[in-house]
């Protein structure tokens, strides 16, 4: 009792602190003033169009053509903000008394003292030791964003973003230095706000984790791509390290922002399939009887059936300034509404967040509460209508005038029933499912810094902090839909909950020597991360509520323990190094393996700083970098794979007992001596900028090798269990070489012209991949299964997850010969002997480009990408480019590939290389134009409108429909759309 009576106590008091300070949130009427000026550039020329703001008001105005201005400020001292595209931002104090200023601007130093997030910390650019890219807001893509990693598409070398497919639901794939591993996890580890995120989705929104994230709350993401960089993560920081960090509130009075886009999205490229016309013809030329007769009366253009023009439309408000000037803070609300080119296809998402940051005792003690929540209510097209549409026998109806199977044409048999393993009803597929869910997500952290009093340069800081998400669905297909028509239907639902608790507090010292020219900055650490997902048990039932399949309740958790150190040290501003280890615990892997090591060293050398440079008018920044570092992997192989466990057979694995037959349990494969798989990276790096930073830029070249490789393997013969397992086996190389070059074209006071631009080259390759030395395999099969096994291979000596195929042969007019191979042995028989590895899908080159520019109260801005050396299987075409597709069902007809009539295959030849095709491509990613008419409403807010264009062209000799392809495999995808947007945005 005592302990409630306390309780509530504090509760009325922390009320009444709120009221008193809510209380006095007022603002006064102070005495204006009128204040004039001049804004002149460096090269004293005025600055047209340069924004001046008054910090206390947030009244602005505008220069004219002789770069001056007039603003009425309040009575008192004042502050004044200048901002001007192309130029650092400037700052003017205005005396109490003055009414005339003036001030030159500067032109940037390319931010090199900009604060630059990393692990545990922060550091200036200029300190950098490791490979890191920084990207702020105002470098931010734009546009329809479903999820923030499409902000930084085609900004950062060695990073490659791709989505998924064109569902607004999809999600991301993103590769940094192309990954480091085979069968666990190749993602990179995601950080917001101080927790790092789990890898995976949750049921109801599939891996689309990330997009429960308002892309309009993100300040600033940044990529840690070197091991001396993500070593301080250690065991998760093997394929990279993304940063994000949202933004916060700030001193000063409210200030209000609106923006709202609206968008409709079009279908820019589908399968070429033949026409109503054609595919009839075909039949009547070369069909039999029993083919000719299946045809039917119509002309039915099917992928316009299922496919339709997608609106959408984004707002966001956000409030931010100080309470009672003592409580900064930030809020913020979203709602965005989104179709997805397929019919039935949506996605609702809203969003807030709240952001709290005071501090106490003169700035020694901050405190920043961070909770960011999200509900997306999705409801799911069954993409099955994809490939469906594509294939589907164009010359029938959509609908018959018979109420069977809802009305819709089906396939059926003599019995009057749908024909089994026959195509459905692409339209039918889409609008007889409802498939809806629902996903919460709550992302929140308490995190305190405090600088100590009796040691100014002493730091502790503490972050608590969670990660909670739940997902929730149904799904309802009537028992009448051909689709379930022998299952009666489905009528189920499913859901999920994943906890993310997050400790982390460390100690940091930073001490100027000035005596021995030295700078030490010392941090130390601990860490404890707890995982749990839980997933109640599964019922399938059809309409009629007979049980169909069903599967048990499941909990998986683990747990990550980890001390570490950094050490930053500088010598005489020119002389840099940093050095790093964490020391990580797991519950994935058994005691004797549980913890792992993980040290990286880094030195940096600022050449600008030596005397032979440090006047030179034309190098003004140049700075060398070489690191070391061993990272770890432990993601994506489950939670208990080193415990020997027992799973439920299905139906077919009973014991029969008298008259009654019990289901067994079955022993799973296990590794009991599992480890981590760790990668040691080399990076040497040299970041330059000439004729004062006008022109910069970064070149990184980097060695990777990973060790203890956790991959699914075949296991030696004589096991009873499985033919394959993960366990550690073999290694793994990367290198590449990274290059970003940014610059300044042209800045004066009315126009100002940026290019940047960003190339990488890398190289992987398998080292070894057997338990047991076997010079008679070939390697691994995996990948998506044609025929009789998976396309493409793992094979020591060359490129993960290439082709494996027969080499086609060709007649003298360039048309495949069908079921000629070349002999590449020269035994004389063509066989599997005669497979060869051909490309794989990770292209050996990245170009990434974007320029903007800003002419007077006009801006643009474009992005670009390419990508070289990148491989596709064109699936569309070797299942549906042969005559033998067409005799697959003899109560259907399917319709076929246009390049049916280039090759005239009879059989379909799934391991040709004739279907692996160059998939390299230019893509013009987004074209925008934006116009701000300044301040309105007098002089209370500033407007702005642009109208964008996304996925605006793709260049390439892929026949798919998209060659960016995930895993380099097309059969049927759902295309990415165009996008058209309108966008405004106030501030208040």
Known sequence: MKKRERLRHLVIALCAICFLLLGNAGFSQPTNRTVTGTINSPDSLPLSGATVTVKETRQSARTDDKGQFTITVPAGQVTLEITYVGYAPGQIIVAPTATQVSLVMKRPDNNLNEVIVIGYGATRKKDLTGAVTSITEKDFNPGVMGSPEQLINGKAAGVQIMSNNGSPSSGNTVRIRGGASLSASNDPLIVVDGVPLEIGGISGNGNNFLALLNPNDIESINILKDASATAIYGSRASNGVMIITTKKGASGPLKVTFNSLLSMQTVTRLPEMLSAQQFRDLINTKGSGAQKALLGNSTTDWTDQVFENAIGNDNNISVSGSIAKKLPFRASLGYLYQDGLLKTDNLK???????????????????????????????????????????????????????????????????????????????????????????????????????????????????????????????????????????????????????????????????????????????????????????????????????????????????????????????????????????????????????????????????????????????????????????????????????????????????????????????????????????????????????????????????????????????????????????????????????????????????????????TWQDVKITNLSLVPDTASPGSFTGPEVGSRGLQILSPGYAPYMFYVYKQVYDNKGKPIEGMYADLNKDGVINDKDFYRYHSPMPEFMLGFNTQVTYGKWSASTVLRASFGNYVYNDVKANQGSWETLQYNPYELINLSTDYLNTGFTARQFFSDYFVENASFLKMDNISIGYDFGNVWKNTARLRVGMLVQNVFTITKYDGVDPEIQNGFDNSFYPRPRTFSLNLNLSF
């Open 349 to 759: 998402r809203f969003s807030g967040s709240l952001v709290l940051s005071p501090s106490f005792f003169d700035r020694h003690l901050k405190i920043d509460i961070n909770l960011k929540g999200s509900v997306n209510d999705n409801s799911f097209a069954n993409q099955d209508a994809v490939w469906a549409a594509s294939a589907f026998d164009p010359t029938q109806a959509v609908r018959t005038d018979k109420p069977e199977f809802g009305g819709y044409y089906e396939r059926i048999d003599n019995a009057g029933v749908p024909v089994v393993r026959a195509l459905r009803n692409p339209l039918g597929l889409l609008e007889q499912e409802s498939h809806k869910s629902t996903v919460r997500r709550s992302i929140g952290t308490a995190e305190v810094d405090y600088k100590f009093h009796f040691l100014p340069d002493l730091r502790a800081h503490a972050i608590v902090g969670y990660d909670i998400a739940e997902g929730e669905g149904t799904n309802y297909v009537p028992d009448y839909a051909a689709a379930q028509y022998t299952r009666g239907g489905i009528q189920n639902s499913y859901s999920q909950k994943k906890t993310n608790k997050l400790f982390t507090a460390y100690l940091n010292y930073t001490k100027n020597l000035p005596g021995l020219k030295s700078r030490v900055d010392v941090t130390a650490g601990y860490d404890y991360q707890n995982w749990m997902a839980t997933n109640p048990a599964f019922i399938d039932y059809n309409v009629k509520g007979e049980v169909q399949a069903s599967t048990p309740a499941d909990s998986q958790r683990h747990v990550l323990l980890s001390y570490y150190g950094r050490l930053n040290y500088t010598f005489n501003n020119k002389y840099l190094l940093t050095a790093t280890i964490r020391r990580d615990g797991t519950s994935r892997f058994n005691k004797d393996n549980r913890w792992g090591v993980f040290p990286s060293l880094a030195l940096a050398w600022k050449i600008k700083e030596e005397n032979f440079l440090v006047n030179s008018d034309l190098i003004s920044d140049l700075k060398l970098r070489l690191g070391f570092g061993v990272t770890g992997q432990q993601e994506g192989i489950g939670n208990y794979s080193y415990l020997p466990n027992y799973t439920i057979g299905n139906e077919f694995a009973r014991y029969r007992f008298g008259n009654t037959y019990y289901q067994t349990y079955r022993p799973q494969a296990y590794v009991s001596d599992l480890k981590w798989e760790s990668t040691e990276a080399w990076n040497a790096g040299l970041d330059f900028g000439l004729f004062s930073n006008k022109v910069t830029g970064t070149v990184d070249y980097y060695y990777r090798k990973t060790k203890d490789l956790l991959a699914y393997v075949s296991v030696p013969a004589g096991s009873n269990l499985t033919n394959s397992i993960t366990t550690n086996v073999g290694n793994i190389t990367s290198k590449g070489l990274e290059l970003s070059l940014n610059t300044t074209l042209i800045s004066n006071n009315q126009l100002t012209w940026t290019v940047g631009a960003n190339a």
